[in-house]
């Protein structure tokens, strides 16, 4: 059985990507980013334990007409790719039109293959890169950071940032 680890789920959040939306926080990252915003969700001890059915139940029942998706972030969800992709699945099933962004210090080259990608709607990737931090950037926390449009990416076969 899948277990994930995750930190927190916020109810509302406005600024993790477009629109009113539900935003869960994993526990654990292995890139221990120099000043990382959400550093207590580094290590991989701590955070409450879900299965795949609980936690996209838990989404599901968060959301209202005037949520506009899920945002996945961290930590990094990436670090728990089987266990997202389980949720990502179910979320799909339920809700074949809910909008999913996903933050990863990843890179969507490196990324791109793993299954649960082609469940994602928008993935914010990159690491943070402290001397690159603008605050006045929308949805990300530094210069080098993509928001890429997944769906238009794997279609072309290459990183299509998505127009906000």
Same mark, same amino acid.
């Given at each position: 059985? /899948?277990?994930?680890?995750?930190?927190?789920?916020?109810? #509302?959040?406005?600024?993790?990507?477009?629109?009113?939306?539900?935003?869960?926080?994993?526990?654990?990252?292995?890139?221990?980013?120099?000043?990382?915003?959400?550093?207590?969700?580094?290590?991989?001890?701590?955070?409450?334990?879900?299965?795949?059915?609980?936690?996209?139940?838990?989404?599901?029942?968060?959301?209202?007409?005037?949520?506009?998706?899920?945002?996945?972030?961290?930590?990094?969800?990436?670090?728990?790719?089987?266990?997202?992709?389980?949720?990502?699945?179910?979320?799909?099933?339920?809700?074949?039109?809910?909008?999913?962004?996903?933050?990863?210090?990843?890179?969507? #080259?490196?990324?791109?293959?793993?299954? /649960?990608?082609?469940?994602?709607? /928008?993935?914010?990737?990159?690491?943070? /890169?402290?001397?690159?931090?603008?605050?006045?950037?929308?949805?990300?926390?530094?210069?080098?950071?993509?928001?890429?449009?997944?769906?238009?990416?794997?279609?072309?076969?290459?990183?299509?940032?998505?127009?906000?």
């Amino acid at each position: 059985m /899948v277990i994930l680890k995750v930190a927190d789920i916020l109810r #509302e959040s406005i600024v993790d990507g477009k629109g009113m939306r539900a935003v869960v926080f994993f526990q654990g990252c292995p890139r221990h980013c120099r000043g990382c915003h959400n550093e207590q969700l580094l290590p991989f001890e701590g955070g409450r334990g879900y299965t795949p059915e609980a936690l996209s139940a838990e989404i599901l029942q968060l959301l209202t007409p005037l949520h506009r998706g899920v945002t996945f972030s961290g930590g990094d969800p990436l670090a728990q790719p089987e266990g997202l992709y389980a949720t990502t699945s179910l979320l799909r099933k339920a809700r074949p039109d809910l909008n999913i962004w996903l933050y990863t210090g990843y890179l969507f #080259e490196e990324v791109m293959h793993f299954p /649960v990608v082609a469940d994602i709607d /928008v993935i914010v990737d990159g690491p943070f /890169v402290l001397e690159q931090r603008d605050i006045s950037l929308p949805f990300k926390g530094s210069g080098n950071q993509r928001i890429i449009d997944v769906k238009a990416s794997l279609a072309a076969r290459k990183v299509l940032e998505a127009e906000l």
